[in-house]
Protein backbone atom coordinates (compact mmCIF):
# COMPACT_ATOMS: atom_id res chain seq x y z
CA UNK A 1 0.00 0.00 0.00
CA UNK A 2 1.19 3.72 -0.88
CA UNK A 3 0.93 6.39 1.38
CA UNK A 4 1.80 10.08 0.72
CA UNK A 5 1.15 11.95 3.37
CA UNK A 6 1.47 16.19 3.38
CA UNK A 7 4.38 16.23 0.48
CA UNK A 8 5.42 19.70 -0.53
CA UNK A 9 8.09 20.55 -2.96
CA UNK A 10 9.19 24.24 -3.93
CA UNK A 11 11.65 25.14 -6.80
CA UNK A 12 12.95 28.39 -5.70
CA UNK A 13 10.03 30.82 -4.83
CA UNK A 14 7.89 28.31 -6.82
CA UNK A 15 5.13 25.92 -5.05
CA UNK A 16 4.88 23.32 -7.11
CA UNK A 17 3.11 21.03 -4.94
CA UNK A 18 1.69 21.66 -1.68
CA UNK A 19 -0.06 19.73 0.88
CA UNK A 20 -0.57 16.49 -1.39
CA UNK A 21 -1.94 13.49 0.72
CA UNK A 22 -3.32 10.06 -0.97
CA UNK A 23 -3.50 6.61 -0.39
CA UNK A 24 -3.30 3.38 -2.64
CA UNK A 25 -4.23 -0.06 -2.47
CA UNK A 26 -3.47 -3.49 -3.82
CA UNK A 27 -6.29 -3.58 -7.28
CA UNK A 28 -6.80 0.81 -6.80
CA UNK A 29 -6.47 2.78 -10.04
CA UNK A 30 -6.13 6.45 -9.12
CA UNK A 31 -6.14 8.76 -11.43
CA UNK A 32 -4.61 12.22 -11.03
CA UNK A 33 -5.61 15.21 -12.93
CA UNK A 34 -5.54 19.31 -13.16
CA UNK A 35 -4.79 21.64 -15.35
CA UNK A 36 -1.28 22.01 -16.94
CA UNK A 37 1.57 23.20 -14.16
CA UNK A 38 -0.72 21.50 -11.41
CA UNK A 39 2.30 19.36 -10.40
CA UNK A 40 1.32 16.07 -11.22
CA UNK A 41 4.06 15.02 -12.76
CA UNK A 42 6.20 16.65 -9.68
CA UNK A 43 4.26 14.42 -7.41
CA UNK A 44 5.49 11.45 -9.82
CA UNK A 45 8.78 12.64 -9.43
CA UNK A 46 8.18 12.92 -5.55
CA UNK A 47 7.08 9.69 -5.61
CA UNK A 48 9.24 7.60 -7.87
CA UNK A 49 12.50 9.55 -5.79
CA UNK A 50 13.73 11.97 -8.78
CA UNK A 51 13.07 14.80 -6.52
CA UNK A 52 13.23 14.61 -2.34
CA UNK A 53 10.01 16.13 -0.58
CA UNK A 54 10.32 19.31 1.13
CA UNK A 55 8.06 17.95 3.78
CA UNK A 56 5.83 14.73 4.08
CA UNK A 57 6.83 11.42 3.23
CA UNK A 58 6.05 8.37 1.11
CA UNK A 59 5.35 5.74 2.82
CA UNK A 60 5.49 1.83 0.95
CA UNK A 61 4.14 -1.20 2.67
CA UNK A 62 5.22 0.95 5.97
CA UNK A 63 8.93 1.73 4.81
CA UNK A 64 9.48 5.60 4.42
CA UNK A 65 10.47 5.69 1.26
CA UNK A 66 10.91 9.36 0.79
CA UNK A 67 14.51 10.03 0.97
CA UNK A 68 15.91 6.89 -0.38
CA UNK A 69 17.91 7.11 -3.53
CA UNK A 70 15.59 6.90 -7.46
CA UNK A 71 17.22 2.96 -8.06
CA UNK A 72 16.03 2.04 -4.41
CA UNK A 73 12.70 3.03 -4.89
CA UNK A 74 12.02 1.20 -7.81
CA UNK A 75 13.76 -1.87 -6.39
CA UNK A 76 11.47 -1.49 -3.22
CA UNK A 77 8.44 -1.80 -5.90
CA UNK A 78 7.87 1.90 -7.14
CA UNK A 79 7.40 1.29 -11.35
CA UNK A 80 6.96 4.08 -13.81
CA UNK A 81 6.74 5.33 -17.26
CA UNK A 82 7.31 8.92 -18.52
CA UNK A 83 5.17 11.51 -20.42
CA UNK A 84 7.78 12.40 -22.52
CA UNK A 85 8.87 8.70 -23.64
CA UNK A 86 12.44 7.87 -22.27
CA UNK A 87 13.54 4.23 -23.85
CA UNK A 88 16.94 3.26 -24.51
CA UNK A 89 18.20 3.74 -27.74
CA UNK A 90 20.98 1.27 -28.60
CA UNK A 91 19.34 -1.59 -27.92
CA UNK A 92 16.44 -3.35 -28.74
CA UNK A 93 12.78 -3.53 -27.66
CA UNK A 94 13.81 -7.03 -25.91
CA UNK A 95 16.65 -5.45 -23.78
CA UNK A 96 15.16 -2.25 -23.02
CA UNK A 97 12.94 -5.08 -21.14
CA UNK A 98 15.66 -6.52 -19.99
CA UNK A 99 17.41 -3.38 -18.41
CA UNK A 100 14.72 -3.70 -15.73
CA UNK A 101 14.86 -7.15 -15.25
CA UNK A 102 19.06 -6.99 -14.83
CA UNK A 103 19.29 -5.19 -11.62
CA UNK A 104 16.63 -8.01 -10.08
CA UNK A 105 19.76 -10.23 -12.01
CA UNK A 106 22.02 -12.39 -9.57
CA UNK A 107 25.14 -12.83 -11.43
CA UNK A 108 28.79 -10.95 -10.54
CA UNK A 109 31.12 -9.35 -13.09
CA UNK A 110 33.29 -12.37 -13.50
CA UNK A 111 29.92 -14.09 -15.01
CA UNK A 112 29.51 -10.75 -16.77
CA UNK A 113 32.84 -11.26 -18.70
CA UNK A 114 32.66 -15.19 -19.25
CA UNK A 115 29.83 -17.25 -20.49
CA UNK A 116 29.85 -18.83 -17.09
CA UNK A 117 26.61 -21.48 -16.42
CA UNK A 118 25.29 -19.23 -13.59
CA UNK A 119 24.82 -15.95 -16.51
CA UNK A 120 23.42 -18.90 -19.42
CA UNK A 121 20.80 -19.67 -16.51
CA UNK A 122 20.08 -16.37 -15.13
CA UNK A 123 20.19 -15.02 -18.89
CA UNK A 124 17.11 -17.13 -19.82
CA UNK A 125 15.38 -16.93 -16.84
CA UNK A 126 15.58 -13.26 -17.47
CA UNK A 127 14.92 -13.69 -20.85
CA UNK A 128 11.61 -15.30 -20.13
CA UNK A 129 9.91 -13.25 -17.84
CA UNK A 130 10.47 -9.89 -19.86
CA UNK A 131 9.33 -11.83 -22.69
CA UNK A 132 5.99 -13.08 -20.86
CA UNK A 133 5.42 -9.24 -20.08
CA UNK A 134 6.13 -7.86 -23.72
CA UNK A 135 3.33 -10.76 -24.46
CA UNK A 136 1.16 -9.08 -21.84
CA UNK A 137 1.50 -5.71 -23.51
CA UNK A 138 0.85 -7.63 -27.13
CA UNK A 139 4.46 -6.81 -28.37
CA UNK A 140 6.45 -10.38 -28.46
CA UNK A 141 6.60 -10.35 -32.01
CA UNK A 142 8.74 -6.74 -32.04
CA UNK A 143 11.30 -8.03 -29.97
CA UNK A 144 13.97 -7.38 -32.23
CA UNK A 145 13.24 -3.93 -33.59
CA UNK A 146 14.56 -0.87 -32.29
CA UNK A 147 12.12 1.07 -30.59
CA UNK A 148 12.94 4.63 -31.78
CA UNK A 149 11.55 2.81 -35.30
CA UNK A 150 8.25 2.21 -33.58
CA UNK A 151 5.56 4.08 -33.57
CA UNK A 152 4.11 5.81 -30.76
CA UNK A 153 1.49 3.54 -29.34
CA UNK A 154 4.18 0.94 -29.35
CA UNK A 155 6.70 2.74 -27.53
CA UNK A 156 4.06 3.67 -24.84
CA UNK A 157 3.28 0.11 -24.25
CA UNK A 158 7.10 -0.80 -24.53
CA UNK A 159 7.30 1.53 -21.91
CA UNK A 160 4.71 -0.12 -19.59
CA UNK A 161 5.91 -3.36 -20.35
CA UNK A 162 9.64 -1.93 -18.83
CA UNK A 163 7.66 -0.93 -15.97
CA UNK A 164 6.02 -3.87 -15.34
CA UNK A 165 9.28 -5.88 -15.33
CA UNK A 166 10.34 -3.68 -12.42
CA UNK A 167 8.21 -6.12 -10.39
CA UNK A 168 6.46 -2.57 -9.05
CA UNK A 169 3.88 -2.82 -6.05
CA UNK A 170 2.72 0.90 -7.27
CA UNK A 171 2.63 1.06 -11.18
CA UNK A 172 2.97 5.12 -12.26
CA UNK A 173 1.11 6.17 -15.63
CA UNK A 174 2.17 9.61 -16.71
CA UNK A 175 0.14 10.71 -19.62
CA UNK A 176 0.25 7.05 -21.21
CA UNK A 177 -2.45 8.04 -23.53
CA UNK A 178 -0.92 11.02 -24.94
CA UNK A 179 -0.42 11.04 -28.99
CA UNK A 180 -2.39 7.89 -29.70
CA UNK A 181 -5.20 7.82 -31.28
CA UNK A 182 -8.55 6.61 -30.24
CA UNK A 183 -8.37 2.81 -31.21
CA UNK A 184 -5.42 3.51 -29.88
CA UNK A 185 -6.57 4.68 -26.12
CA UNK A 186 -9.23 2.11 -26.01
CA UNK A 187 -6.34 -0.56 -26.01
CA UNK A 188 -4.80 0.89 -23.83
CA UNK A 189 -7.99 1.99 -21.14
CA UNK A 190 -8.37 -2.09 -21.81
CA UNK A 191 -4.43 -3.02 -21.22
CA UNK A 192 -4.77 -0.70 -18.00
CA UNK A 193 -8.16 -2.04 -16.41
CA UNK A 194 -6.54 -5.79 -17.47
CA UNK A 195 -3.38 -5.28 -15.56
CA UNK A 196 -5.00 -3.85 -12.17
CA UNK A 197 -7.11 -7.02 -12.31
CA UNK A 198 -4.71 -9.96 -13.46
CA UNK A 199 -1.15 -8.24 -11.81
CA UNK A 200 -3.30 -6.91 -9.01
CA UNK A 201 -1.47 -3.85 -8.29
CA UNK A 202 -2.54 -0.14 -7.46
CA UNK A 203 -1.86 2.09 -10.76
CA UNK A 204 -1.21 5.87 -10.86
CA UNK A 205 -2.72 7.88 -13.58
CA UNK A 206 -2.00 10.81 -15.11
CA UNK A 207 -4.07 11.55 -17.91
CA UNK A 208 -5.62 14.45 -19.90
CA UNK A 209 -8.34 12.24 -21.78
CA UNK A 210 -10.80 12.90 -19.27
CA UNK A 211 -12.84 9.94 -21.06
CA UNK A 212 -10.19 7.45 -20.20
CA UNK A 213 -9.45 8.86 -16.35
CA UNK A 214 -13.50 8.72 -16.01
CA UNK A 215 -14.01 5.39 -17.36
CA UNK A 216 -11.45 3.32 -15.68
CA UNK A 217 -10.68 4.98 -11.98
CA UNK A 218 -11.58 3.89 -8.87
CA UNK A 219 -10.82 7.37 -7.29
CA UNK A 220 -9.89 10.56 -8.67
CA UNK A 221 -7.43 13.84 -7.25
CA UNK A 222 -7.80 17.01 -8.34
CA UNK A 223 -4.51 19.60 -8.37
CA UNK A 224 -4.81 22.66 -9.15
CA UNK A 225 -1.48 25.04 -8.91
CA UNK A 226 -0.16 22.48 -6.83
CA UNK A 227 -2.60 22.14 -4.38
CA UNK A 228 -5.32 19.36 -4.13
CA UNK A 229 -8.51 20.99 -5.04
CA UNK A 230 -10.99 17.68 -4.77
CA UNK A 231 -11.07 13.60 -4.64
CA UNK A 232 -13.37 11.27 -4.95
CA UNK A 233 -15.58 8.71 -7.36
CA UNK A 234 -15.20 9.43 -11.18
CA UNK A 235 -19.05 10.98 -10.51
CA UNK A 236 -18.36 13.12 -7.65
CA UNK A 237 -15.75 14.89 -9.72
CA UNK A 238 -17.62 15.36 -12.24
CA UNK A 239 -20.21 17.43 -9.87
CA UNK A 240 -17.73 19.45 -8.03
CA UNK A 241 -18.12 22.70 -8.57
CA UNK A 242 -14.55 23.57 -7.85
CA UNK A 243 -13.27 21.31 -10.70
CA UNK A 244 -15.12 22.93 -13.28
CA UNK A 245 -14.49 26.02 -11.89
CA UNK A 246 -10.40 25.12 -12.60
CA UNK A 247 -11.23 23.09 -15.86
CA UNK A 248 -13.70 25.84 -17.33
CA UNK A 249 -12.99 28.97 -15.61
CA UNK A 250 -15.01 31.49 -13.13
CA UNK A 251 -18.93 31.13 -14.23
CA UNK A 252 -19.59 34.40 -15.77
CA UNK A 253 -21.00 36.98 -13.42
CA UNK A 254 -25.62 37.51 -13.85
CA UNK A 255 -26.29 40.01 -16.24
CA UNK B 1 61.06 -7.61 -40.60
CA UNK B 2 61.70 -6.52 -37.61
CA UNK B 3 60.14 -3.42 -38.17
CA UNK B 4 57.10 -4.38 -38.97
CA UNK B 5 57.26 -6.82 -35.97
CA UNK B 6 57.41 -3.73 -33.66
CA UNK B 7 54.92 -1.85 -35.56
CA UNK B 8 52.14 -4.90 -35.22
CA UNK B 9 52.96 -5.16 -31.58
CA UNK B 10 52.35 -1.69 -30.98
CA UNK B 11 49.21 -1.92 -32.62
CA UNK B 12 48.05 -4.60 -30.40
CA UNK B 13 48.84 -2.98 -27.54
CA UNK B 14 46.87 0.10 -28.58
CA UNK B 15 44.08 -2.41 -29.78
CA UNK B 16 44.22 -3.79 -26.07
CA UNK B 17 44.29 0.03 -24.69
CA UNK B 18 41.07 0.95 -27.05
CA UNK B 19 38.99 -2.08 -25.64
CA UNK B 20 38.88 -0.53 -22.20
CA UNK B 21 37.96 2.75 -24.17
CA UNK B 22 35.31 1.06 -25.94
CA UNK B 23 33.50 -0.11 -22.61
CA UNK B 24 33.97 3.15 -20.69
CA UNK B 25 33.27 5.62 -24.11
CA UNK B 26 31.74 3.51 -26.48
CA UNK B 27 29.49 1.27 -23.86
CA UNK B 28 28.71 3.79 -21.38
CA UNK B 29 29.35 7.00 -22.80
CA UNK B 30 31.81 8.59 -20.40
CA UNK B 31 34.60 10.53 -21.62
CA UNK B 32 38.22 10.19 -20.30
CA UNK B 33 41.27 12.37 -21.05
CA UNK B 34 43.64 11.28 -18.41
CA UNK B 35 43.34 7.54 -19.18
CA UNK B 36 47.04 7.33 -20.38
CA UNK B 37 47.69 8.06 -17.04
CA UNK B 38 46.72 4.56 -15.95
CA UNK B 39 48.59 3.16 -18.38
CA UNK B 40 51.61 5.17 -16.98
CA UNK B 41 51.13 3.83 -14.10
CA UNK B 42 51.41 0.31 -15.28
CA UNK B 43 54.14 0.59 -17.22
CA UNK B 44 55.85 2.56 -14.08
CA UNK B 45 54.85 0.09 -11.17
CA UNK B 46 55.28 -2.79 -12.72
CA UNK B 47 58.66 -1.68 -14.48
CA UNK B 48 59.95 -0.61 -11.15
CA UNK B 49 58.92 -3.94 -9.48
CA UNK B 50 61.08 -5.84 -11.72
CA UNK B 51 64.24 -3.35 -11.98
CA UNK B 52 64.42 -2.62 -8.82
CA UNK B 53 62.69 -5.14 -6.33
CA UNK B 54 63.78 -8.31 -8.92
CA UNK B 55 60.16 -9.62 -8.36
CA UNK B 56 58.98 -11.67 -11.43
CA UNK B 57 57.67 -10.00 -14.62
CA UNK B 58 53.98 -12.38 -14.13
CA UNK B 59 53.81 -11.01 -10.49
CA UNK B 60 54.62 -7.50 -11.00
CA UNK B 61 52.04 -7.40 -13.78
CA UNK B 62 49.12 -8.22 -11.36
CA UNK B 63 50.63 -5.84 -8.92
CA UNK B 64 50.76 -2.84 -11.32
CA UNK B 65 46.84 -3.64 -12.60
CA UNK B 66 45.74 -3.67 -9.10
CA UNK B 67 47.62 -0.55 -8.22
CA UNK B 68 46.15 1.39 -11.56
CA UNK B 69 42.47 -0.12 -10.22
CA UNK B 70 42.67 1.28 -6.34
CA UNK B 71 43.92 4.81 -7.59
CA UNK B 72 41.18 4.68 -10.61
CA UNK B 73 38.18 3.96 -7.26
CA UNK B 74 39.94 7.20 -5.78
CA UNK B 75 39.56 8.90 -9.19
CA UNK B 76 36.37 7.38 -9.78
CA UNK B 77 34.65 7.89 -6.44
CA UNK B 78 33.53 11.66 -7.07
CA UNK B 79 33.97 11.12 -10.87
CA UNK B 80 30.93 8.72 -11.56
CA UNK B 81 28.48 11.08 -9.97
CA UNK B 82 29.22 13.90 -12.59
CA UNK B 83 27.88 14.95 -15.55
CA UNK B 84 29.68 13.40 -18.74
CA UNK B 85 31.33 16.79 -19.56
CA UNK B 86 33.08 17.43 -16.29
CA UNK B 87 34.39 13.85 -16.52
CA UNK B 88 36.32 14.59 -19.05
CA UNK B 89 37.74 17.83 -16.79
CA UNK B 90 38.32 15.78 -13.83
CA UNK B 91 40.09 12.94 -15.95
CA UNK B 92 42.08 15.08 -17.73
CA UNK B 93 43.21 16.90 -14.36
CA UNK B 94 44.14 13.72 -13.26
CA UNK B 95 46.25 12.56 -15.92
CA UNK B 96 48.19 15.73 -16.10
CA UNK B 97 48.87 15.52 -12.52
CA UNK B 98 50.03 12.27 -13.05
CA UNK B 99 52.81 13.08 -15.76
CA UNK B 100 53.75 16.10 -13.62
CA UNK B 101 54.22 14.16 -10.52
CA UNK B 102 56.25 11.57 -13.02
CA UNK B 103 58.11 14.51 -13.92
CA UNK B 104 59.01 15.41 -10.53
CA UNK B 105 59.70 12.14 -8.62
CA UNK B 106 63.31 12.24 -10.44
CA UNK B 107 65.07 10.59 -8.18
CA UNK B 108 62.58 7.17 -8.28
CA UNK B 109 61.38 7.19 -11.99
CA UNK B 110 63.89 8.95 -13.56
CA UNK B 111 61.83 12.18 -14.16
CA UNK B 112 61.95 13.93 -17.69
CA UNK B 113 64.84 11.79 -18.48
CA UNK B 114 62.59 8.45 -18.46
CA UNK B 115 62.90 5.53 -17.09
CA UNK B 116 64.72 2.48 -19.04
CA UNK B 117 66.94 -0.54 -18.28
CA UNK B 118 63.19 -2.47 -17.98
CA UNK B 119 64.25 -6.30 -19.67
CA UNK B 120 62.25 -7.26 -22.98
CA UNK B 121 59.42 -9.38 -22.28
CA UNK B 122 56.71 -8.51 -24.46
CA UNK B 123 56.84 -10.44 -27.65
CA UNK B 124 54.34 -10.48 -30.62
CA UNK B 125 52.57 -13.72 -29.53
CA UNK B 126 52.12 -12.47 -25.86
CA UNK B 127 50.75 -9.06 -27.45
CA UNK B 128 48.39 -11.04 -29.86
CA UNK B 129 46.84 -13.57 -27.40
CA UNK B 130 46.74 -10.56 -24.58
CA UNK B 131 44.77 -8.74 -27.21
CA UNK B 132 42.59 -11.88 -28.19
CA UNK B 133 41.83 -12.02 -24.38
CA UNK B 134 40.63 -8.42 -24.10
CA UNK B 135 38.40 -8.61 -26.65
CA UNK B 136 36.88 -11.68 -25.81
CA UNK B 137 35.83 -10.69 -22.28
CA UNK B 138 34.99 -7.38 -23.47
CA UNK B 139 32.50 -8.82 -26.29
CA UNK B 140 31.18 -10.96 -23.33
CA UNK B 141 30.30 -8.02 -21.33
CA UNK B 142 28.97 -5.76 -24.05
CA UNK B 143 26.16 -8.75 -24.07
CA UNK B 144 25.82 -9.33 -20.53
CA UNK B 145 23.85 -7.42 -17.80
CA UNK B 146 26.29 -4.94 -17.25
CA UNK B 147 27.19 -4.22 -21.17
CA UNK B 148 23.01 -3.42 -21.21
CA UNK B 149 23.03 -1.12 -17.71
CA UNK B 150 26.12 0.97 -19.45
CA UNK B 151 24.63 1.41 -22.60
CA UNK B 152 21.19 2.28 -20.92
CA UNK B 153 23.17 4.57 -18.29
CA UNK B 154 24.65 6.14 -21.29
CA UNK B 155 21.14 6.92 -23.38
CA UNK B 156 19.09 8.10 -20.87
CA UNK B 157 20.55 7.94 -16.71
CA UNK B 158 17.56 9.02 -15.22
CA UNK B 159 15.44 6.48 -16.77
CA UNK B 160 18.07 3.92 -15.90
CA UNK B 161 17.51 4.86 -12.46
CA UNK B 162 13.37 4.50 -12.89
CA UNK B 163 14.37 1.09 -13.66
CA UNK B 164 16.00 0.13 -10.53
CA UNK B 165 19.95 0.37 -12.07
CA UNK B 166 22.31 1.94 -9.76
CA UNK B 167 24.11 4.25 -12.30
CA UNK B 168 27.20 5.45 -10.05
CA UNK B 169 27.78 1.85 -9.65
CA UNK B 170 27.69 0.66 -13.08
CA UNK B 171 29.61 3.67 -14.37
CA UNK B 172 32.28 2.86 -11.86
CA UNK B 173 32.72 -0.65 -12.76
CA UNK B 174 32.39 0.34 -16.28
CA UNK B 175 35.76 2.33 -15.42
CA UNK B 176 37.57 0.54 -13.13
CA UNK B 177 37.00 -1.95 -16.08
CA UNK B 178 39.16 0.54 -18.88
CA UNK B 179 41.41 1.26 -15.74
CA UNK B 180 42.52 -2.49 -15.36
CA UNK B 181 42.66 -2.84 -19.32
CA UNK B 182 44.56 0.12 -19.69
CA UNK B 183 47.11 -0.47 -17.48
CA UNK B 184 47.82 -3.79 -18.42
CA UNK B 185 48.49 -1.85 -21.56
CA UNK B 186 51.04 -0.17 -20.10
CA UNK B 187 52.62 -3.19 -18.52
CA UNK B 188 53.18 -5.03 -22.14
CA UNK B 189 54.17 -1.37 -23.78
CA UNK B 190 56.88 -0.67 -21.13
CA UNK B 191 58.39 -4.04 -21.46
CA UNK B 192 58.60 -4.16 -24.81
CA UNK B 193 60.05 -0.69 -25.55
CA UNK B 194 62.59 -1.20 -22.23
CA UNK B 195 62.15 2.29 -21.80
CA UNK B 196 59.23 5.04 -20.94
CA UNK B 197 59.11 8.39 -20.42
CA UNK B 198 56.06 10.74 -18.26
CA UNK B 199 55.65 12.75 -21.90
CA UNK B 200 53.73 10.26 -23.58
CA UNK B 201 51.56 9.31 -21.41
CA UNK B 202 50.08 13.15 -21.61
CA UNK B 203 46.27 13.89 -22.55
CA UNK B 204 47.16 13.38 -26.22
CA UNK B 205 47.32 9.96 -25.93
CA UNK B 206 43.98 9.43 -23.97
CA UNK B 207 42.38 11.43 -26.86
CA UNK B 208 44.16 9.44 -29.61
CA UNK B 209 42.17 6.76 -27.72
CA UNK B 210 38.93 8.04 -28.49
CA UNK B 211 39.39 9.57 -31.72
CA UNK B 212 40.32 5.41 -32.59
CA UNK B 213 36.78 4.48 -31.11
CA UNK B 214 35.04 7.30 -32.74
CA UNK B 215 36.93 6.98 -35.85
CA UNK B 216 35.92 3.25 -36.48
CA UNK B 217 32.62 3.01 -34.93
CA UNK B 218 31.59 4.47 -31.14
CA UNK B 219 28.89 1.51 -30.48
CA UNK B 220 30.82 -1.40 -32.07
CA UNK B 221 33.67 -3.41 -30.44
CA UNK B 222 34.89 -4.43 -34.04
CA UNK B 223 34.76 -1.18 -35.56
CA UNK B 224 36.40 0.60 -32.43
CA UNK B 225 39.15 -2.41 -33.10
CA UNK B 226 39.34 -2.02 -36.83
CA UNK B 227 39.69 1.72 -35.85
CA UNK B 228 42.59 1.43 -34.18
CA UNK B 229 44.63 -0.73 -36.47
CA UNK B 230 44.23 1.55 -39.00
CA UNK B 231 44.95 4.67 -37.08
CA UNK B 232 47.90 3.17 -35.54
CA UNK B 233 49.63 1.37 -38.39
CA UNK B 234 48.72 4.01 -41.06
CA UNK B 235 51.15 7.08 -39.23
CA UNK B 236 53.76 3.87 -38.88
CA UNK B 237 53.36 3.10 -43.16
CA UNK B 238 53.18 6.47 -43.49
CA UNK B 239 56.60 7.30 -42.23
CA UNK B 240 58.30 8.54 -45.50
CA UNK B 241 56.06 11.17 -45.68
CA UNK B 242 56.54 11.94 -41.74
CA UNK B 243 55.71 15.89 -42.65
CA UNK B 244 52.40 15.34 -44.01
CA UNK B 245 50.89 12.46 -41.77
CA UNK B 246 49.22 14.69 -39.33
CA UNK B 247 47.83 16.24 -41.90
CA UNK B 248 46.54 13.12 -43.55
CA UNK B 249 45.43 11.72 -40.08
CA UNK B 250 43.59 14.54 -39.16
CA UNK B 251 42.08 15.30 -42.92
CA UNK B 252 40.44 11.61 -42.31
CA UNK B 253 38.94 12.44 -38.93
CA UNK B 254 37.54 15.45 -40.16
CA UNK B 255 35.85 13.13 -43.18
CA UNK B 256 34.64 10.47 -41.12
CA UNK B 257 33.21 12.86 -38.32
CA UNK B 258 31.70 15.09 -41.16
CA UNK B 259 30.20 11.92 -43.81
CA UNK B 260 29.74 8.96 -41.44
CA UNK B 261 29.53 10.61 -37.35
CA UNK B 262 28.22 7.06 -35.97
CA UNK B 263 32.37 5.97 -37.29
CA UNK B 264 33.01 3.60 -39.90
CA UNK B 265 31.37 0.74 -38.79
CA UNK B 266 28.76 2.12 -37.29
CA UNK B 267 26.60 0.08 -34.65
CA UNK B 268 27.38 -3.31 -36.70
CA UNK B 269 29.34 -5.68 -35.18
CA UNK B 270 31.72 -8.07 -37.68
CA UNK B 271 30.93 -11.76 -36.34
CA UNK B 272 30.63 -15.08 -38.16
CA UNK B 273 26.81 -14.92 -37.25
CA UNK B 274 26.45 -11.64 -38.95
CA UNK B 275 28.47 -12.16 -41.74
CA UNK B 276 27.09 -14.78 -42.79
CA UNK B 277 23.51 -13.42 -42.52
CA UNK B 278 23.91 -10.75 -44.49
CA UNK B 279 25.23 -12.48 -47.29
CA UNK B 280 22.21 -14.13 -47.39
CA UNK B 281 20.30 -10.94 -47.10
CA UNK B 282 22.01 -9.79 -50.25
CA UNK B 283 21.14 -12.97 -51.73
CA UNK B 284 17.48 -12.58 -51.23
CA UNK B 285 17.89 -9.51 -52.30
CA UNK B 286 18.90 -10.65 -55.52
CA UNK B 287 16.23 -13.12 -55.41
CA UNK B 288 13.73 -10.99 -55.42
CA UNK B 289 15.01 -8.47 -57.86
Given at each position: MLEVRNVSKSFGGVK????VSLTAKKGDIIGIIGPNGAGKTTLFNVISGIYTADKGSVILDGK??????QYMITREGIGRTFQNIRLFRGLTVLENVMCAFDPLSRYSIIDGLLPTPRRLAEEKRGREICEHYLEVVGMLKYK????????YGLQRKLEIARALTCQPKVLLLDE??????PTEVMELTELISRLCEEIGFAILLIEHRLELVMGISHKIHVLNFGKPIAEGTPEEIKENPDVIKAYLGEEEAKC | MQFYISILTFTLISVIAVTGIYVLT???GMFSLGQAAFMAIGAYVSGFLVVK???PFVLAAIIAVVISVIVGYIVGLPTVRLRRDYISLVTLGFGEAITALLNQTQSI????LGFSG?????TLPLALISAIVCIVLVSYLKNSKYGRQCIAARSDELAAKAMGINVPRIKMTAFLIAVAVTSYAGVLYAFFTTYVDP????WKKSAEWVIMVFFGGVSSLTGSIFGTIILTALPEVLRFAADYRTVFYAVLVLLIINFKPTGLFGEYELSVGNLLRRLSGKKEERSNA
Open positions: AIQDDITKMENERPENLPPAAGLN | GLTAGVTGGAIPKITGIFG
